[in-house]
């Protein structure tokens, strides 16, 4: 049990571009998803987190309108990446919890900004 | 001075070998406290998850806290090659801060043949 899956996988993007990336628990319902990103032999790094049907939270010095997250059901959370530039390019991961359970984490999905 | 303090490494071992890995922390408010498996480009694996202080074994992960030191462990017995990956220790509060997780650095951990 307690499955989450991403998709994409990986994903090559023109600078300026938009970039979707989706998470799914596929065999529990989330009330709460988190997405971080990590940089090459770095620990994980919290991004933002959100509630089913209310607005995300993000962490200090992440920017809302350029990472934008939308939490529409029990089971998907979507982080676009808007207008993409090189340095967005990085490992990000999705993970997903029931309520006052531990998170489980998506495989993650790696961007490249060309 | 970080939350939780955990050094990266690396770590190499002999197959077969105890391999033992550690976390500190700062917040005496932490109860939760989970090891996560990462292997390169793949998103971290839960290993265990243990509440409060004490041990948990599962095949041959072991678990321990000890709240009064605010240290953890993970022993690997037995390390195979495959446990080739790093290690991540995090912890959560009990109530508060929702299920935000604080991770430490992480250990990456080298068995070899």
């Known amino acids: 049990g307690a499955v989450v899956s991403q998709h994409p996988s990986w994903v090559i993007c023109k600078s300026g571009t938009s970039v979707k990336i989706e998470c799914r628990s596929l065999d529990f319902q989330a009330t709460t998803m988190f997405w971080y990103r990590q940089f090459p032999k770095q620990s994980l790094m919290l991004m933002a987190t959100s509630n089913e049907g209310s607005k995300a939270t993000y962490e200090q010095g992440v920017e809302k309108d350029k990472f934008l997250i939308n939490h529409a059901s029990l089971t998907l959370s979507t982080l676009t990446v808007t207008s993409a530039h090189p340095e967005d390019s990085s490992f990000y991961i999705c993970?997903?919890?029931?309520?006052?359970?531990?998170?489980?984490f998506g495989p993650g999905t790696r961007l490249t900004v060309l | 001075q970080k939350e939780v303090e955990q050094d990266p490494g690396p770590l190499s071992v002999p197959e077969g070998a105890i391999v033992s890995l550690n976390c500190t922390y700062s917040n005496s408010a932490f109860q939760y406290f989970m090891w996560y498996r990462q292997y390169s480009r793949k998103g971290p694996e839960l290993l265990m998850y243990?509440?409060?202080?004490g041990n948990k074994e599962d095949g041959r992960f072991t678990a321990q806290v000890d709240k009064s030191s605010k240290y953890i462990s993970l022993f690997i017995r037995d390390s195979q090659p495959s446990d080739s990956a790093t290690y991540l220790c995090?912890?959560?509060?009990?109530?508060?801060?929702?299920?935000?997780?604080?991770f430490g650095t992480g250990t990456q951990l080298k068995v070899e043949l």
């Open positions: 243990t509440y409060s202080s």
């Open positions: 995090a912890m959560r509060l009990t109530t508060g801060g929702g299920n935000k997780l604080t």
């Open positions: 993970s997903a919890s029931a309520a006052g359970d531990t998170q489980y």
